[in-house]
């Protein structure tokens, strides 16, 4: 029987250690939890705090940079709601379980005359840390830059305009989704005269300094840019600049005439690789310019590709595009669609051959179903041309 007793006393000690065993592996059920939410309180305010601080730092570097550069015609500027969103990640320690576990420590042995380590139960409070991550929705102020309707000329500037291609002359007027929308101011009116004799080019600046190049109306049909373009030509006649600018506001007027995508059956930019045809001579241009920046605009339609407000770009050859992209991107709210390689995709698109010659280049697309003029979008192309143009640091 005494055997048998002790059989027993043993099974209860071993069932008994293997619950307290559970109890630190699991962790005991008997948690906090009142501490548990009193910690995630004070912690969430925190947090809060922190997010407050993220968005006076986004007001503030949009709206003093405006006036602190001088720059900017106060006339032009005007501020525009927008909403942005970020995941916020919030971490915080929480104090939630009290666990028993097995502390071991050295003890003086007397009758062994030695030390020895042995071990007992003690209970202590395990910490524990929790990351959340949370959808934020914000809406801050930005900048965005209108160009008057009526630009003042006060200042005498020196423009030339000059043609590329000689072939691709038309009566750019004969579209009427594209001339409902532009200002006809005189400078306007010469663009549209020099592009009956072919592809028009007009210069700010006197050629020096930093060069750059902007394109539009690649393709006919992608009439915001055009417009958009436009625009910036009205607005650069009143406004100082750093270095070169060079403006294809029609890179092929025949296109833009018959609000048409194509050029001879073609995909104009699919062939700027491809010697003759006019995105190659407008290269040649920039080539021949030592041009430092190249930016291509464009719209694309809903559902087409990209299908919505984008920067393409290409880390090789020239890490620069990339650069670009990023900033323009950030600055426009636009998605960023970085490619490893230029030319392997594309490889007769405008920027990607740009690439090619080791000129920067990036793609600007703002979502306009072909032929159309889709609200805000002339906004948004010209958010970004202006974007492309401080990245330049041209102002
Ligand atoms: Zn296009």
Redesign the pocket.
């Known amino acids: 029987m005494n055997g048998g007793v002790i059989v027993k006393k043993q099974a209860l000690l071993i069932s008994l250690s293997l619950f307290c065993a559970i109890i630190i592996f699991t962790g005991a059920a008997s948690a906090t939890d009142d501490q548990n939410t009193l910690s995630s309180d004070t912690s969430d305010s925190t947090s809060s705090s922190q997010l407050e601080d993220t968005q006076s730092i986004y007001k503030s570097s949009n709206l003093e940079e405006t006036k602190s550069q001088g720059v900017y015609n106060s006339q032009l500027v005007t501020y525009e709601k927008v909403k942005y969103s970020y995941t916020a990640k919030v971490s915080y320690k929480v104090r939630n379980k009290k666990v028993y576990y097995k502390s071991y420590y050295k003890k003086w042995y007397k009758s062994g005359g030695r030390w020895r380590y042995t071990w007992r139960y003690v209970w202590k409070y395990k910490w524990t840390y929790i990351t959340k991550y949370r959808y934020e929705a914000r809406t801050a102020y930005r900048y965005v830059e209108k160009t008057s309707d009526k630009p003042t000329n006060n200042r005498t500037v020196t423009v030339e305009i000059s043609n590329i291609d000689t072939s691709t002359g038309a009566d750019v007027t004969k579209n009427n989704v594209l001339m409902k929308h532009v200002s006809r101011t005189s400078v306007v009116n010469k663009l549209i005269q020099a592009s009956r004799k072919g592809t028009p080019m007009i210069r700010f600046g006197d050629g020096t300094g930093t060069k750059v190049m902007m394109v539009s109306g690649?393709?006919g049909s992608?009439i915001p840019p055009q417009i958009a373009m436009l625009n910036l030509v009205n607005s650069l006649m009143d406004r100082n600049i750093k270095g070169t600018i060079y403006i294809v506001p029609f890179a092929i007027p025949s296109s833009t005439a018959r609000n048409t995508?194509y050029w001879n059956g073609k995909n104009p930019?699919s062939i700027s690789n491809i010697a003759g045809t006019p995105t190659n001579k407008i290269l040649n241009v920039a080539k021949l310019n030592q041009v430092k920046y190249l930016g291509d605009f464009?719209?694309?339609k809903v559902g087409g590709y990209p299908g919505k407000n984008a920067v393409f770009c290409s880390k090789y050859p020239v890490y620069n595009s990339y650069l670009m992209a990023k900033y323009i991107s950030s600055q426009t709210s636009s998605k960023l669609l970085t490619y490893a390689s230029a030319a392997m995709e594309y490889p007769g698109a405008v920027e990607d051959a740009s690439n090619v010659l080791r000129i920067p280049a990036v793609t600007c697309?703002v979502l306009s179903n072909h032929g159309t003029v889709r609200s805000g979008s002339v906004n948004k192309s010209y958010s970004q041309m202006l974007a492309f143009l401080r990245y330049c640091k041209i102002f």
């Open positions: 690649v393709h992608e995508r930019n464009h719209s694309t697309e």
